[in-house]
């Protein structure tokens, strides 16, 4: 149950755009009653998030340094989360994860997330 499945990474230009994908499947509740986020983590670093969304309310949480250059978005139908990356650096070279929290807003931080995806790897160059 409760299984995440990233697609869409892979390696960029700097000034580069890549549309990450996750399906999720096996929720126990209805998709409206969770919170998703990606959660991106560099070697040695501790994750951060980066998107995160209510399924229920459409709400959105961007932290600042990703306010108008990464965008999330989830399809109902096929109960698949999004992220949309623009004008992606060097600095945005890491692992992606998807991740997914039963509650009624945005979860704020990684510790928020009870299941997760295995991670989709982006590599951006100079």
């Known amino acids: 149950e409760h299984y995440l499945a990233e697609s869409g990474g892979g390696s960029v230009q700097d000034g580069g755009s890549l549309t990450l994908s996750c399906a999720a499947s096996?929720?126990?509740?209805?998709?409206?009653?969770?919170?998703m986020g990606w959660i991106r983590q560099v070697p040695g670093k501790e994750r951060e998030t980066v998107a995160s969304?209510?399924?229920?309310?459409?709400?959105?949480f961007y932290p600042d340094a990703f306010k108008g250059r990464f965008t999330i978005s989830h399809d109902t139908a096929t109960n698949t989360l999004y992220l949309r990356m623009n004008n992606l650096t060097p600095g945005d070279t890491a692992m992606y994860y998807c991740?997914?929290?039963?509650?009624?807003?945005?979860?704020?931080?990684?510790?928020?997330?009870?299941?997760w995806g295995q991670g989709t790897q982006v590599t951006v160059s100079s």
């Open positions: 969304l209510h399924i229920g309310t459409g709400a959105t």
């Open positions: 096996g929720f126990r509740y209805s998709p409206s009653r969770y919170a």
């Open positions: 991740a997914a929290v039963r509650m009624n807003n945005v979860a704020y931080t990684p510790s928020g997330y009870h299941y």
